[in-house]
């Protein structure tokens, strides 16, 4: 950075973690996040968080330089990571025993299993929010189905056991709070007892059969398919049994709960009448062609992309070309294993030259179908779920 600047940088070693000088922000060599696309929207850099195009996420499990980012604090730096000595304590009020395991004893301990599981950022598709809610605003693009590999979660729980009262299981992480005050945690948040216990939930230590990128968790983390991203905590090092719904950093408040009634835009909402974000809602994701796609009149197009349904299975897709008035099936792929987003593609002639826009919306297994446009306004800008909608062009 001072080659770059031209002279040395007076106070280098307080300069923390993940930040640029701020007369670099617009250099080329700091355009682009370590291990990431070059295309990556980079959205904060401390905490960095950046998204990913949407006709970026085309492949059926999305690849690690293109899995969006989400930090709240600081990541720990990758130098420092030792992979022998780097463990994890289990504690809690209803933990039967504490308990501590090194990455290598997990390992060797209990089967390991791999799955595709979806990740979204609970606040993915805020900007798209009026009145504008807090937070980053997000388009589409925090949204990810790679291959993880670890140790069901509910293995180890049970060789720890599980005492009758045990209502949530919190984690903590090893990334940093961004005032640098050790006392503090950046997150702190978790899942119910009967998610943790599920098949899918892992303690993962491999994405797509390498090492997990260093801003997505290296070189362990939780992942609970289906719920908040901010659920599966990054930088795993420890996990406690509450007897409670867990009340640390960003588990308390109005962080990722949205009111429990629907409210009109721009109300004030209380505390006290807000609801843990769970399950995440039916949605979808057009990823090809890319919006603003010109063809000819006569030529086919080509449409896919991706769906998913929080806990449940996507049922449906449909496609429309004239603004929600009529809709068509697209052909839609069963997931490969449960909490996996699935394929959805057709084909589209259009009927004369103009401007289109294609829309797509999903229907859950429970028979619950996206919204044409933004649903429930909330004050944090939570669970959009509305129709992706590309711009197509026939001359």
């Not at 195009?53 to 730096?77: A, S």
């Not at 997990?106 to 809610?133: D, V, W």
Request: with cysteine; aromatic share 8%.
């Amino acid at each position: 950075m001072s080659l770059a600047l031209g002279t040395s940088i007076v106070f280098a070693n307080n300069l923390p973690a993940g930040l640029v000088p701020v007369a670099l922000e617009d250099h080329p060599a700091f355009q682009n996040l370590p291990g990431k696309h070059s295309e990556m929207i980079i959205l904060n850099d401390r905490p960095i968080n950046a998204e990913t195009p949407p006709h970026l996420l085309d492949d059926d499990v999305t690849p690690g330089d293109l899995f969006f980012v989400r930090n709240n604090g600081l990541p720990p730096n990758r130098k420092e990571i030792n992979l022998k000595t780097w463990s994890i304590s289990f504690d809690g009020e209803s933990a039967k025993q504490k308990k501590t395991y090194t990455l290598d004893e997990l390992k060797s301990k209990f089967k390991t299993y791999t799955y595709q599981l979806t990740l979204e950022c609970g606040g993915n598709g805020r900007k798209e929010f009026n009145p504008p809610a807090k937070g980053n605003q997000w388009g589409l693009g925090a949204v990810a189905c790679a291959e993880w590999t670890g140790v069901r979660l509910k293995d180890v729980l049970q060789d720890i056991g599980l005492k009758s009262d045990a209502v949530y299981i919190a984690y903590y992480g090893k990334d940093m709070h961004l005032s640098g005050d050790p006392k503090k945690d950046p997150i702190s948040r978790g899942v119910p007892i009967p998610k943790a216990m599920e098949d899918e939930s892992l303690i993962a230590w491999s994405m797509n059969g390498q090492d997990i990128p260093l801003l997505n968790g290296y070189p362990v983390r939780l992942v609970f398919g289906g719920w908040p991203a901010s659920c599966s905590g990054k930088w795993l090092e420890r996990i406690s049994i509450r007897n409670k719904v867990h009340d640390g950093t960003k588990m308390t408040g109005q962080a990722y709960r949205v009111p429990c009634n629907p409210v009109a835009p721009g109300s004030k909402v209380e505390n006290e009448d807000m609801c843990i974000i769970e399950s995440m809602p039916v949605k979808s994701l057009i990823t090809f062609p890319k919006t603003g796609a010109q063809i000819k009149l006569n030529q086919t197009l080509p449409i896919r992309g991706h769906a998913w349904a929080g806990d449940l299975e996507v049922q449906s897709v449909e496609y429309s070309i004239d603004f929600g008035s009529t809709w068509k099936t697209c052909e839609l792929n069963k997931p490969a294993n449960r909490l996996a987003w699935q394929r959805f593609s057709t084909k589209i002639k259009f009927p004369k030259v103009g401007y289109y826009e294609v829309w797509a919306r999903a229907k859950d297994s429970n028979g619950k179908t996206q919204p044409m446009l933004l649903p429930g306004w909330n004050p944090k800008g939570y669970l959009n779920n509305a129709c992706h909608r590309v711009a197509i062009k026939v001359t």
